[in-house]
């Protein structure tokens, strides 16, 4: 009696927690997934980038798939040394729409996961899902600079109930210069 009361609740700690884990978007497809992305959001908790969250800007990627299945981000940020582009390269994992990479600056394998995505509008993107204040962050990202509003509260909801505090939850505005020069 008391052993099966005892595998009743185990049962259902086990459901709340697999509840509680994220899921990727069903049935993620690469290929629609490709192209030019901006990141219109951006939740990060970090103590280190708060000096940084006012300066932050949307910033610009282009999403490749490669044959192995992983994918490439080139991403594009202004420095003080002008324009410039980072490429990260995604390694597939057995399930769609979650990848994995290494971090050379946290020297740490990181999971990011694509939460949410219609494809021809927004992307909702969560690196390193357990939640750890330097490691884990929300992206937001948008094919045009702007976005709906109603996306917006969808992302800022989201990073909120991660556990991001409001004020680390941020959109910002875009650049003023154009990054890549090339971009219209
Ligand atoms: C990409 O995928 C293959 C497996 O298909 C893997 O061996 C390779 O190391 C991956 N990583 C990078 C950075 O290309
Ligand atoms: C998906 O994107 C299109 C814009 O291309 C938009 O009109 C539509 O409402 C979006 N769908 C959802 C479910 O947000």
């Known amino acids: 009696m008391r052993l099966a009361l005892v595998t009743i609740v185990m049962t259902m700690l086990l459901l709340e927690e697999i509840k ?3 899921q990727p978007q069903k049935n993620f497809d690469e290929q ?4 030019k992305w901006y990141r219109v959001g951006l939740a990060y908790d970090s103590p280190g980038f708060v000096p940084y969250r006012d300066k932050l800007r949307i910033s610009m990627g282009v999403v490749e798939p ?3 299945g992983n994918i490439s981000m080139t991403m594009w940020s202004i420095r003080s040394t002008g324009c410039r582009s980072k490429v990260y390269v995604y390694e597939k994992t057995a399930t769609p729409g979650v990848f994995s990479y290494f971090s050379v600056r946290h020297n740490k394998v990181k999971d990011i996961t694509v939460v949410e995505t219609n494809y021809s509008e927004y992307a909702i993107v969560l690196k390193f899902k357990k939640m750890n204040r330097d490691y884990s962050q929300v992206s937001l990202y948008s094919r045009t600079q702007k976005l709906r509003p109603e996306v917006i509260e969808k992302f800022k909801a989201f990073a909120l109930a991660r556990g991001f505090p409001k004020e680390s939850v941020l959109t910002p505005p875009p650049s003023s210069e154009s990054c890549p020069s090339s971009e219209n």
Do not use: L, M, T, Y
């Open 20 to 22: 509680a884990d994220i």
């Open 32 to 35: 629609r997934f490709a192209g």
């Open 66 to 68: 490669q044959s192995n």
